[in-house]
């Protein structure tokens, strides 16, 4: 990844549904130096014990799977790709012990929890170039919910809210002023709403190059707006720098 930007993962989780498809989102907290009050997608930093744990594994360059993973169920009480069903309940108590400091491979040790990082499919990678106060360099990944009924859990003091959402849903709400988003956010949204399973999302991803996304500013009809390259699955590449990242 890019030195001058923070490594990151973030993770797609696609559940299905009678009416739409919903993906898990978090609202993160006002309070957060990066995206404050902003609807996200689950995830952080890649870290170092994400990479040893990598390494560990045998799989050295899917350290930021590892992240996604870990940040998800940390963020959410959402477990995914772990390689055999578990209780939701699990999933509250590895998101508990995660928050006072656990270890994440000491967790999956001790509940004899193996990652199935194949569960995991590169969607994308967005690295925005303003100056904010922090720059990240970010993975995104698709992976299926697990089963069960889990019901999210919001970490206390990142997240404010946690949820299943449609993409539709969400886009409709940013769109009416009930929530905002950054534009990486929204761009991926709207590509996700193309979609009516997981495997048309799979298959979008796997169709377009994962080439990093850096945006940049243009001015089209006199206004400044904020673009990213056509070709890439995206339905607007486009959108006023007003109001792209508002959050």
Same mark, same amino acid.
């Given at each position: 990844?890019?030195?001058?930007?923070?490594?990151?993962?973030?993770?797609?989780? +696609?559940?299905?549904?009678?009416? &739409?498809?919903?993906?898990?989102?978090? &609202?993160?907290?006002?309070?957060?130096?990066?995206?404050?009050?902003? $609807?996200?997608?689950?995830?952080?930093?890649?870290?170092?014990?994400?990479?040893? !744990?990598?390494?560990?594994?045998?799989?050295?360059? *899917?350290?930021?799977?590892?992240?996604? =993973?870990?940040?998800? #169920?940390?963020?959410?009480?959402?477990?995914?790709?772990?390689?055999?069903? =578990?209780?939701?309940? !699990?999933?509250?108590?590895?998101?508990?012990?995660?928050?006072?400091?656990?270890?994440?491979?000491? !967790?999956?040790?001790?509940?004899?929890?193996?990652?199935?990082? *194949?569960?995991?499919?590169?969607?994308?990678? +967005?690295?925005? /170039?303003?100056?904010?106060?922090?720059?990240? *360099?970010? !993975?995104?990944?698709?992976?299926?919910?697990?089963?069960?009924? +889990?019901?999210?859990?919001?970490?206390?003091? &990142?997240? &404010?809210?946690?949820?299943?959402?449609?993409?539709?849903?969400?886009?409709?709400?940013?769109?009416?002023?009930?929530?905002?988003? $950054?534009?990486?956010?929204? @761009?991926?949204?709207?590509?996700?709403?193309?979609?009516?399973?997981?495997?048309? /999302? #799979?298959?979008?991803?796997?169709?377009?190059?994962?080439?990093? =996304?850096?945006? +940049?500013?243009?001015? #089209?009809?006199?206004?400044?707006?904020?673009? #990213?390259?056509?070709?890439?699955?995206?339905?607007? =590449?486009?959108?006023?720098? /007003?109001?792209?990242? @508002?959050?």
């Amino acid at each position: 990844m890019t030195d001058d930007a923070i490594p990151a993962a973030t993770l797609v989780v +696609w559940r299905d549904s009678v009416a &739409e498809p919903e993906i898990l989102v978090v &609202e993160r907290a006002a309070t957060m130096a990066f995206a404050a009050g902003a $609807i996200v997608f689950p995830g952080g930093r890649i870290d170092t014990a994400d990479r040893d !744990l990598a390494a560990r594994l045998g799989r050295p360059d *899917d350290a930021a799977k590892v992240t996604a =993973i870990r940040e998800t #169920i940390e963020e959410t009480a959402i477990a995914p790709a772990l390689g055999s069903p =578990i209780d939701p309940n !699990l999933g509250r108590a590895l998101q508990q012990a995660l928050i006072e400091g656990a270890e994440f491979a000491d !967790l999956l040790a001790g509940h004899q929890l193996v990652l199935d990082l *194949d569960a995991l499919t590169p969607f994308t990678r +967005w690295m925005p /170039a303003f100056k904010h106060a922090r720059r990240f *360099d970010t !993975l995104f990944y698709l992976a299926r919910a697990p089963q069960g009924d +889990w019901q999210p859990r919001p970490q206390p003091g &990142e997240c &404010e809210a946690a949820e299943w959402a449609s993409a539709g849903a969400l886009l409709d709400r940013i769109e009416r002023g009930e929530a905002s988003a $950054i534009f990486p956010t929204k @761009r991926n949204l709207e590509r996700l709403a193309q979609h009516r399973d997981l495997p048309s /999302a #799979i298959a979008d991803a796997q169709a377009h190059s994962l080439e990093t =996304i850096i945006p +940049w500013i243009e001015e #089209i009809g006199g206004e400044p707006h904020v673009r #990213i390259p056509e070709g890439r699955g995206y339905p607007v =590449i486009s959108e006023p720098l /007003a109001s792209a990242f @508002r959050a």
